[in-house]
């Protein structure tokens, strides 16, 4: 069973713009909503990361917006720059438990300058 | 930061033959380390948890007599494919809970089985 959903799978965005990707759960347990970035050939790095008590959170460029009562949280990557082309992943787990952390089937995002 | 180190990063090898990837926490010490599996354009699959001082937990469909897992020490852990088949060709990645809130993640080691 997929226990995160992410969408959308490709992702074309030009120089400048919002870059937008989506994630939804099922499982109100999860208490740590993580995005990280993967480029080809590397492992995933974490971009920025939300926990349920607060709806939104901004590092620079990157904001995770989180709906707790839809169970959806989003990355959104502001003045999208041509070196921010990856592929992206959200998770969810649980911050007592790293055993148990699941990853989204990821989003290859094409920032074209 | 804390960073995580891999190796090799790439690898090919003859069908039969067996391979060891090296985990390593540079500065900071991780008790649990994480092996995952990575196909092509595909989301990373959790193979394993690497606890130090014990025997790995495996997740359910990996072959533990086939990734065979050692934690000997607070810093290393190493992950050795034994008897290698082609279908065994992936991408692996591990990382470690370390000192600030989230995984890090080595860079990865392609490996290729001919």
């Known amino acids: 069973q997929q226990q995160v959903k992410q969408s959308p799978q490709s992702l074309i965005v030009q120089k400048g713009g919002i870059s937008i990707i989506n994630c939804a759960y099922e499982?109100?347990?999860?208490?740590?909503f993580p995005w990280y970035q993967q480029f080809p050939g590397k492992g995933p790095a974490l971009l920025i990361a939300i926990r349920p008590d607060v709806s939104e959170k901004k590092e620079g460029r990157f904001t995770i917006s989180f709906n707790k009562s839809a169970k959806q949280f989003s990355l959104h990557i502001m003045d999208s720059q041509p070196g921010d082309s990856a592929t992206y992943f959200c998770a969810v787990g649980y911050s007592y438990n790293f055993n148990k952390f699941y990853f989204g089937s990821g989003t290859k995002l094409n920032v074209k300058p | 930061g804390a960073v995580v180190s891999q190796h090799p990063s790439r690898v090919i090898c003859k069908s039969g033959t067996s391979v060891k990837i090296e985990c390593r926490s540079l500065d900071f010490q991780a008790t649990t380390m994480f092996w995952y599996r990575q196909f092509p354009k595909q989301s990373l699959m959790l193979m394993a948890t690497s606890n130090e001082g014990s025997k790995a937990t495996y997740e359910q469909g990996v072959e533990k007599d086939k990734f065979l897992i050692n934690h000997a020490s607070l810093t290393l852990s190493t992950l050795t494919v034994t008897s290698a088949h082609p279908e065994d060709s992936s991408f692996y990645i591990c990382s470690a809970e370390g000192p600030n809130y989230g995984y890090t993640f080595g860079s990865g080691t392609r490996l290729t089985v001919v």
């Open positions: 499982n109100t347990a999860f208490d740590y």
